[in-house]
């Protein structure tokens, strides 16, 4: 079983940065792809970056590729979205989720999944 604690979101002005920890526990140091997702009111969640625990490979979605930056902190059990140059349109809510297969990540089918934070972000 692996549990997944989002943190870090709240609200902030356009042009602005913020960077969110998702904090993991009760996996198998090395088994599991981690990613970021959202999902805006009306809208279907999105996709947005990856990494694989063990080699620090990272996968981003082209809408964020660039502006969003993924990674991780292995002592701390911890991935992180470094978040800048926010916009209206980033607004949403944020989850991180897991799994053995990164191309499962990828298509929105991870396994395990956090609660999630509220990020806004005011003009």
């Known amino acids: 079983q692996v549990q997944l604690v989002e943190s870090g979101g709240g609200l902030v002005q356009v042009g602005n940065s913020l960077r969110l920890s998702c904090a993991v526990s009760?996996?198998?140091?090395?088994?599991?792809?981690i990613g970021w997702f959202r999902q805006a009111p009306g809208k279907e969640r999105e996709f947005l970056a990856a990494?694989?625990?063990?080699?620090?490979?990272?996968h981003y979605a082209n809408s964020v590729s660039g502006r969003f930056t993924i990674s991780k902190d292995n002592a701390k059990n911890t991935v992180y979205l470094q978040m800048n140059s926010l916009k209206p349109e980033d607004t949403a809510v944020y989850s991180c989720?897991?799994?053995?297969?990164?191309?499962?990540?990828?298509?929105?089918?991870?396994?395990?999944w956090g609660q999630g934070t509220q990020v806004t972000v005011s003009s």
């Open positions: 009760g996996h198998t140091f090395g088994s599991y792809n």
């Open positions: 990494i694989d625990w063990s080699l620090g490979r990272t």
């Open positions: 989720a897991a799994d053995e297969i990164l191309r499962v990540v990828v298509i929105n089918q991870a396994h395990y």
